[in-house]
Structures are given as structure tokens and as C-alpha cells.
């Protein structure tokens, strides 16, 4: 990550602040970082909310040849995970500690840091260019979808400045350091801000908390409630018969995939979200038991603001439900899917199996008749071969017949006639003797042939 020389005295970061007898009502400024470095605003009474840039932008820059974050956790007591990429990287967390300021202008000083993540989904329409991959949508693309990451990191340091009577609230100082907030989540910041009464806000270090978080909640409630027309429209299109082809319900199955996974990072997100608000609200909890118990208004105010963070937990609980249903909705239809394109595939199995037993009763049928041929051909051979054997033998010139008239007519054969049968016989064995080696090599016996059969079902179990 390259760093990078800024002049404090030109960037810019957004301020909404309101000011005990200085202003009635909130004002908007954008003062320099050189500014809120160097004034003295924490020993000032007042809220001041600054929205400053990316977490791990701030990281890279130099002010003066030091790093801008060692100047901010310096001045405002931001921890150094705060800066770092397991920090920016994390779903979520909350730290809290007290006395984090060094500085001898204040008294009571409480810091807090706290981190959300959350991810949202858009069905993309043809024509579309995905901001993730730069892909252009197509018609047939109906089902992709892109998403979106939404970072929140907030520092509050509250400094108690003047304690005043028992009934009364302390004179203080609130600041919130708001990082990594997208330009519509700026906007609405300051918008939920100014449409606040500052009057109403507990003068606690959590107090701050309470508009943000109704923010967030909304920005929660959309992200999850995003997720139910992709949703109906895969249990839709279900009853469409012509989205019932193989080729559709496979990609509609990937598709499905890839939307499952959305909706596991969205129920990630709001499970840590929810701990994270949790642990907001036990950190609150222990602030709550260092108050004097003579001092009933600002407890009042305070548990409120504790009983606001037990309901924000809870409503991020609830969504998770929401989420969780989604996933299990989304689960029903894969398994359709699934269940279709198999029984897709056992009907055109079932098909090839009826075409190849119709194959092989024709094969059986030629088969019948090749062997009605042969067995016709044999027969022949089996009449006509002693009758061509033996004429062939007889008409060897081994043998001589005398010819009718002959005084007295006779078979008679040559002396010779032994050689016939000493090259005939050792011939015929030696034929018999090829076509018997030739036939063990080439064709095992059954015995053996099943044994090997049994040795490899053996392995395979």
C-alpha cells in the first residue's frame, strides 16, 4: 500500500455539530484535518459528528512526514487495530476503554470503537454492466445478481468536563469519528442528525450511539429484505412449464448457488452485528454501575439509551431470522430443482433402456435366423461330407478300380498307400493342437474368469 504527503490544510472532512449556548440547532461546516487537529474541541462542550475518509485511506497518508492515523489515535485515543487491514477486513467488533485520552485538559475521558459490515444485492437486468466482474447482462442472464459491501467505523470519545449537581447533568464533550461511510450513507448520517433533537440524547458516551444505530438498522432491514424478489421470483417461475427444460433448471441450480451464498454472508453479518451491539451494550452496562445512584435523571437517560441497545440487538436478531428463512426457502427450491432434473434424467434413461432392449430383441430375432442358417448349412455339410470324403479318398491314385468288361473286376491300392496316412494324421494333430492352445490363450476358462470377477468386487468393497 503506498503512502502519500497530504496537506491538512486543504482536505476537507464533513462536520454536523450543535453547541450548548453557542447554537440551537445543528449546524453543517467542513472544517480542514488541520483544523480538527489542532483545535482544542475536546475540552469544548458540545456534539460533533466528522466524516472523514476510507479507514485505509487515512492509513496512507503523511502530515507533516507522520503518519494522519498516529496524529488522529493520538488526539482522539483511535486503537491502532482500528488502522490495520485485520481491523478494516473484520465483520465486526466493539472496544471500549476509559481514560484513553493523555492529554492534562480534560478530566473523565470514555473511547469507544466500533465496526459493522453489511451486504446487500441487486438483480441485475439485460443490458446492466456488473460493477464486480464488468460483465454485460443478456436476457438469458434474468437470475445473476451483483452485490454490494457496506463498511461502518465509528471512534466516540466523550469527556466529562464539569460535574454538576446531583440532578443534573454533567457538562461534556461528544465526539464521533465516522470512516469508510459510502456518500448516500454520509448524506443520511447528517440527515438523521439534524432531524434529532440534540436535547434528546443521553449525555453518556453511548448516547451518540442511538442515532446511528437507527440508521443502520434501516440500512439492515433493506439490505435483508432485498433478498425476497429474487426469492419469489425462483418460486414463480417454478410453475412455468417452459422452465422445466434440463438446460434451464441446471444454470437456474448454479444460479441458486451463487444466491445462497449472498444470503450466507448476509446471516454472517448480522449474527456479528448483532454480538457486536451486545457487547456495546455490556460495555454501556458497566458505565452505568460507575454512576452515583443519587444522580436519577442521568440514570434515566441512560437506561433508556441501555434498553435502546438491548432492542437494537434484538431487532438484528430478528433479521437474521428473516435471513435464515430466506436460506431455507432458497434450500426448498434447489432441492426441487434438483429432484426435477434428476427425474429428467431417469425418464431419458428410462428411454435409452427401452431403446436398447428393442435393440437387442432385434439382434435376438437376427440372431434366430443366422442361427436357423447355419444350423441348415451344417446339416448339409453333415449329409454331403461322408459321401465327399469318401469319394475323395477312393479317388486318390493310392486305389485302382478295373474297369467294366474286365475279365475279372477288383479294387485293388499301391504298396505306398501308408504314406497317406503317415502325412494325413501328424497334420490333423498338429491342427488339433493349434486351434486348443489357441483357444486357452485367447479365452479363459469360466472358473477363472469369475474368480477374477470375485477378487475385484473384493477391492472395490
Known sequence: MSSSLVDTQSLKVDCIQRIPGRL????????????????????????RIYIFPEAAKVETLYNNEDPLRKQLSKKFGVPDMFWTKTGWDANGFCRSRTSCLSSDKVGYSYCSSVRFLLKSVTVLKPGHVTT?????????D????????????????????ETLGNGDSDTYSQILLCFDFAEDVQCQTIQAFEATDA??????P?????????LLM??????VWGFRSPMRAYENRRLSPGERDSKKLTKRYINMHEFERHIIHAKETLDVASRTVRTMARDHEKYILS??????????AEENTQRSLHSFAELLTNLRSRAKAFEERLQNEIRLVFNTVEVQEMKQSTSQLDELKRTAKDLESLRGQNQSLSTTVSLLTLIFLPGSFISSFFGTNFFTITPNGSASPHLSFVRELWIFFAVTVPVTVLALAIWYYSTRKYHKPESEIRYEMNSYDGINM
Open 24 to 47: 440551537s440547532e445543528w449546524s453543517h461546516e467542513e472544517p480542514t484535518v488541520e483544523e480538527v487537529l489542532n483545535t482544542d474541541i475536546l475540552a469544548t462542550p458540545g456534539i
Open 132 to 140: 464486480v466482474t464488468g460483465v454485460t447482462m443478456h436476457e438469458d
Open 142 to 161: 434474468r437470475e445473476l445478481m451483483d452485490y454490494t459491501w457496506e463498511f461502518f467505523g465509528l471512534h466516540s470519545v466523550w469527556t466529562r468536563l
Open 199 to 204: 436535547d434528546q440524547i443521553a449525555p453518556g
Open 206 to 214: 453511548f448516547g451518540v450511539y442511538e442515532v446511528f444505530l437507527e
Open 218 to 223: 434501516r440500512r439492515y432491514d433493506d439490505a
Open 291 to 300: 454512576i452515583d445512584s443519587r444522580r436519577k435523571a442521568l440514570l434515566e
